[in-house]
């Protein structure tokens, strides 16, 4: 009808290569953006974070401006377990296998990992929040102990209360299963779950937050001391992980977006009924 070729006519609804090129380094600058605040993000969680930013591009075109930009996630090193769970405490069943928690404070997963500086090491003690995988709780110390365990359970109370049922997991750490720690579970009424014998999957949530600061914060930074260690853990995990940090079990939402959509206030009948009648 228009009496031009057809490749003519395809080739003249093409974009110029200009507009193409101003789009790519538009997106390519968001994406350094992204990679320089969360530089263990790959291509997905890149992609979805661009999505949130308001551009349309799907996965492949964000893992080709990255290969071309070498914007590659950092090298991961090996996790080492640090519990020891040779002790002649009382060792408790597992309480949560299958269990998938529908609320905030009804299951809450600890560990504790260890943090190399240049002239010693130290500890880093955790609590989450199974449901929204909020780390409520944590302490670093120079002394893997009781101590340590407990200043993390203590945050965590602090900050959250105890609910009716609620349920603390861990692994068989004598950190864990010494008569301190134990007897404050007791004396806020949580039930208390452990792994089972040679079973690493049974706490595998808090394994992997532990294997995420290591890869994200810790393995791509020099600490200078214990202070400087303190600063930049306490930023990644208040600021990054649980507000900043898109995670694909949670659908690429943050721990804290998850637990505002839960306490969200679901709308009443009334409001229903009148929303229904302005209609």
């Given at each position: 009808m228009a009496g031009v070729p057809r490749s003519s006519y395809y080739r003249a609804a093409k974009p110029p290569l200009r507009a193409?090129?101003?789009?790519?380094?538009?997106?390519?600058?968001?994406?350094?953006?992204?990679?320089?605040?969360?530089?263990?993000?790959?291509?997905?969680?890149?992609?979805?974070?661009?999505?949130?930013?308001?551009?349309?591009?799907?996965?492949?075109?964000?893992?080709?401006?990255?290969?071309?930009?070498?914007?590659?996630?950092?090298?991961?090193?090996?996790?080492?377990?640090?519990?020891?769970?040779?002790?002649?405490?009382?060792v408790y069943p597992n309480l949560v296998k299958g269990l998938i928690p529908k609320r905030p404070n009804q299951l809450w997963r600890?560990?504790?990992?260890?943090?190399?500086?240049?002239?010693?090491?130290?500890?880093?003690?955790?609590?989450?929040?199974?449901?929204?995988?909020?780390?409520?709780?944590?302490?670093?110390?120079?002394?893997?102990?009781?101590?340590?365990?407990?200043?993390?359970?203590?945050?965590?109370?602090?900050?959250?209360?105890?609910?009716?049922?609620?349920?603390?997991?861990?692994?068989?750490?004598?950190?864990?299963?010494?008569?301190?720690?134990?007897?404050?579970?007791?004396?806020?009424?949580?039930?208390?779950?452990?792994?089972?014998?040679?079973?690493?999957?049974?706490?595998?949530?808090?394994?992997?937050?532990?294997?995420?600061?290591?890869?994200?914060?810790?393995?791509?930074?020099?600490?200078?001391?214990?202070?400087?260690?303190?600063?930049?853990?306490?930023?990644?995990?208040?600021?990054?992980?649980?507000?900043?940090?898109?995670?694909?079990?949670?659908?690429?939402?943050?721990?804290?977006?998850?637990?505002?959509?839960?306490?969200?206030?679901k709308p009443t009948l009334a409001t229903q009924e009148s929303v229904s009648a302005m209609g």
């Open positions: 193409t090129a101003d789009r790519d380094e538009s997106v390519t600058f968001e994406i350094r953006s992204i990679c320089e605040e969360m530089p263990r993000y790959g291509c997905p969680r890149v992609t979805k974070e661009l999505h949130r930013r308001g551009y349309l591009v799907n996965h492949k075109r964000v893992f080709r401006i990255m290969r071309k930009e070498k914007l590659h996630c950092r090298r991961k090193k090996r996790f080492v377990r640090t519990t020891d769970s040779n002790h002649s405490f009382r600890s560990d504790i990992t260890y943090i190399r500086l240049a002239t010693e090491f130290v500890y880093l003690a955790i609590i989450l929040d199974a449901f929204s995988r909020r780390v409520i709780g944590w302490a670093l110390s120079r002394h893997i102990d009781a101590a340590l365990s407990v200043a993390a359970l203590t945050m965590a109370i602090e900050r959250r209360g105890v609910e009716p049922g609620l349920v603390h997991h861990s692994d068989r750490g004598v950190q864990y299963a010494c008569d301190e720690y134990v007897q404050m579970l007791r004396d806020h009424n949580i039930e208390i779950s452990m792994s089972r014998k040679g079973n690493p999957y049974d706490n595998a949530m808090a394994e992997s937050f532990m294997k995420t600061i290591k890869t994200e914060e810790v393995y791509i930074n020099e600490y200078r001391d214990f202070n400087d260690a303190y600063s930049n853990i306490e930023q990644f995990i208040e600021i990054v992980y649980n507000k900043k940090r898109l995670h694909s079990s949670l659908g690429y939402c943050t721990p804290e977006e998850i637990e505002a959509k839960y306490h969200k206030p």
